[in-house]
């Protein structure tokens, strides 16, 4: 009798303990799991409802800029020397010390200043360090990306009051002066919203994001909307990427060649010399490649029917589609179709 009311007592203090200790990380992980699983449902049923035919709009881009071109890191320093309210950075890589100066400054001058990095860039783990200190030093509230919840943090996202960035490069000096990258800035005021949702999220490491019939974002639905856009092409798809590792997504690829699409993809000229032979199995199915000389190709995007516009960090590649943190839209925007067009013709063109 004495040892199973000691075997009692034993238990109610070790919940008593474990309440006193640990109850409120409890629940607020017992409540993140809720918000998650709700985020989920949420998601399955937005894509079941989704059609490219729901993003036709005129008017949601403000502007596509491309790289090479330094004028347009002079244009985002006095962006961010104009900045009143908020500067809000999620990016992979940040090296660029110019960026990095005008943000100190600005948060001097009280802007609300937020970094998130990804704390492990694939084979140069150390390289966010020096610009992570900087911030740190100057009283920035800067944090790594969460790794329980992402494999990297590979996205590019960029807020500056009331302008929203989604690019396919990182802030170094190099996208400035080497790069063919795409930024695109975003107007359209509940998607700018959503993409601030985001941020707020991925910042305080929540794992749930949000959803947007523009917005393409892994490890939730970059794969869907990606693949919707590669198998409901009819005449076309022009695409930019570094390299390709997934082999669903080639395969859906190869699909549209059987229905007749012609395609041209614009490669970088690493990816293309490492790999002679899945270059030629390409071309023996009549897909033109070409590598882009005299520039680094780092842009990921792609131009189905000249209607629709993927431009974003995410790579085709397995881990780009399931496993990483990556921001993309979806655009439909005439001027902003017509822009992507001509640089993609130009750099097939002159690399033929």
């Not at 960035?165 to 998607?191: A, C, G, H, P």
């Not at 749930?208 to 523009?214: I, K, L, Q």
């Not at 669903?248 to 490492?274: C, H, T």
Request: proline share 2%; with cysteine.
């Amino acid at each position: 009798m004495k040892q199973k009311i000691f075997q009692i007592i034993c238990i109610i203090l070790f919940f008593v303990i474990f309440w006193c200790f640990y109850g409120d990380e409890y629940w607020q992980y017992q409540e993140r799991a809720e918000n998650t699983k709700l985020y989920q449902q949420e998601i399955d049923e937005s894509i079941t409802k989704f059609s490219l035919e729901k993003i036709h709009s005129t008017w949601e881009i403000a502007a596509l800029h491309t790289t090479p071109d330094t004028s347009f890191l002079d244009e985002l320093v006095f962006h961010v020397e104009q900045a009143q309210e908020k500067i809000y950075v999620e990016v992979y890589i940040f090296t660029e010390k110019r960026l990095r100066d005008a943000i100190i400054e600005a948060q001097k001058r009280w802007v609300d200043v937020k970094i998130l990095l990804e704390n492990n860039p694939y084979q140069a783990p150390y390289l966010n360090d020096s610009h992570y200190n900087d911030f740190k030093d100057a009283g920035i509230d800067v944090r790594w990306s969460d790794p329980l919840n992402y494999s990297l943090n590979h996205a590019k996202l960029l807020i500056i009051d009331e302008r929203t960035y989604v690019s396919t490069w990182n802030f170094s000096y190099s996208l400035f002066t080497k790069n063919r990258d795409f930024m695109v800035e975003i107007s359209q005021w509940d998607l700018q919203r959503a993409l601030q949702q985001l941020f707020i999220q991925d910042f305080t490491h929540e794992k749930y994001g949000v959803y947007h019939e523009r917005l393409v974002l892994s490890p939730e639905y970059s794969r869907f909307k990606l693949s919707q856009l590669v198998s409901q092409a009819q005449s076309s798809l022009d695409i930019y990427f570094p390299y390709i590792q997934d082999d669903a997504f080639e395969e859906l690829i190869f699909d549209a060649i059987s229905r007749g699409v012609e395609i041209r993809f614009i490669v970088d000229k690493v990816f293309f010399d490492e790999n002679p032979e899945k270059i030629q199995a390409y071309k023996a199915r009549w897909i033109d490649i070409l590598y882009l000389d005299g520039k680094k190709l780092h842009a990921k995007a792609i131009l189905s029917d000249k209607k629709y516009l993927y431009i974003g960090s995410i790579n085709f590649s397995t881990y780009s589609f399931d496993e990483n943190r990556e921001i993309g839209i979806l655009i439909s925007d005439d001027m902003i179709l017509q822009d992507f067009s001509q640089i993609f013709t130009q750099d097939f063109i002159w690399n033929e």
